[in-house]
């Protein structure tokens, strides 16, 4: 773990393809035998939300959780974890110490805002929100357009510590950027092909359903694991807590450092269309689009990857069963939002006129939001354009069949959205 980052990306030429036999640098591989022998001795136990809770009081010294309606989907998602998911033992280890740390963090929260109620009184600005699907050009656009100096986003370091850690001087995080940093290298270790298919640094834009992780209400366990029943679950609720609770983080994080306007970006958001016009009435929402025939089998190979950190066993398969039905529901449920509602919160934005002329798109969105394109946007999106080098972690390799999948198949389950929205074939 003393390589760099880059050194480490360096090795990777390109992405496996090999999904049922993740990669597992030596210690992870003898930790997990070991962790095996523990389980079958009956020394590992599964996760519980009773012991996750009393961790997570004790580990912050706090009791006060506030109204405590997360802890049912959190016990749906544990209850998944524990039947479905087939983890290894260090796999076990991540996913209780983020569940655990979430909890943490909402106890600290809370605590906070006891201490300081005029955080709720905080305005964001107006808002940019990224809702296009996986694989669209969403990571380019979002960092393109939080470089700007007026314009605040999520990042790295603040998803894993929204909040200030005890002791921390105050407007110093560095604590907080120490730990993400040991974090980043941490993944580069474990997983470095996941890199090139979607870099985690620790001081770039993040998307934010890692603070709606923070309700155990998100896509980001269905794609990190293999919980079909937490999933199914998570379409038949109404989120409009978690987004409310997502509105209060945004508060947080601003009163820590001011900005004049928001950017968010997850493909979580296509599928709450409709929650989030109530919730955010100050944002507009941008939707990318590209050939389905190319994001398909690339999500699908980001997936496979992101499951095999934590399980030995990942079907590529019932990955693509899974997703593909899933992204059918975003793009349906977020034309049904879009009909139902007035078309001046949206705009389209093409992953070909992007690559083609960022400039061009970034003012259009921000004359769309009417928010003022200054001449340090234009300056940070040009500097931004030149960061972001294609491959530079490795190139990502996948082919539509690993996955049972063919070109016809993904035209004739998303013929509809190409037409809808004019996608040329790529």
Not at 131 to 137: E, K, P, S, Y
Request: charge should be neutral; aromatic fraction near 8%; glycine fraction near 4%.
């Amino acid at each position: 773990m003393n390589w760099s980052i880059s050194k480490m990306a360096k090795a990777v030429k390109e992405t496996s393809t090999n999904y049922d036999s993740p990669y597992r640098p030596l210690p992870i591989a003898l930790l997990n035998t070991t962790g095996k022998v523990a389980e079958r001795l009956g020394l590992m136990s599964d996760l519980s939300v009773e012991k996750l809770v009393a961790s997570a009081k004790k580990k912050a010294g706090l009791n006060d959780f506030g109204d405590e309606w997360f802890l049912q989907p959190l016990s749906v998602l544990v209850d998944a974890i524990n039947q479905e998911a087939n983890l290894t033992p260090f796999g076990k280890m991540v996913q209780k110490g983020r569940l655990e740390a979430a909890l943490v963090t909402r106890l600290r929260i809370e605590h906070l805002l006891k201490q300081h109620p005029e955080i709720l009184d905080i305005e964001l600005g107006k808002i940019i929100l990224i809702a296009g699907l996986q694989r669209t050009g969403t990571t380019t656009l979002h960092r393109l357009i939080a470089a700007d100096p007026d314009m605040r986003a999520l990042i790295s370091w603040e998803a894993l510590n929204p909040i200030p850690l005890p002791n921390e001087k105050q407007g110093d995080p560095t604590p907080r950027i120490k730990q993400a940093k040991v974090a980043e290298k941490g993944l580069a270790y474990i997983a470095p092909e996941f890199f090139a298919i979607h870099p985690v640094e620790h001081d770039s834009p993040e998307e934010d359903v890692l603070l709606l992780d923070l309700c155990f209400m998100s896509q980001a366990p269905e794609a990190t694991m293999h919980v079909p029943s937490y999933a199914t679950w998570l379409e038949t609720q109404d989120h409009t807590r978690a987004y409310e609770y997502l509105r209060t983080l945004l508060k947080v994080l601003m009163w820590q450092k001011p900005a004049k306007n928001w950017v968010l970006k997850t493909p979580h958001h296509m599928e709450y269309l409709d929650v989030i016009l109530k919730v955010f009435p100050e944002a507009t929402i941008v939707q990318t689009h590209r050939d389905p025939q190319k994001t398909t089998g690339s999500f699908c190979s980001m997936v496979s990857h992101g499951r095999g950190v934590f399980s030995d066993e990942v079907d590529a398969k019932e990955v693509a069963r899974h997703w593909v039905r899933k992204v059918d529901r975003l793009m349906q449920r977020s034309i049904q939002v879009r009909e139902e509602s007035q078309e001046n919160r949206f705009v389209d934005v093409s992953y070909y006129d992007l690559l083609k002329d960022p400039q061009k798109e970034v003012k259009r969105i921000y004359d769309f939001a009417g928010i003022d394109y200054s001449e340090a946007a234009v300056k940070s999106v040009n500097e931004t354009k030149k960061r972001n080098v294609q491959n530079r972690y490795g190139k990502h390799v996948y082919h539509l069949k690993d996955f049972d999948l063919s070109r016809e198949q993904i035209e004739a389950q998303y013929g509809y959205y190409r037409e809808r929205y004019h996608i040329p074939f790529e």
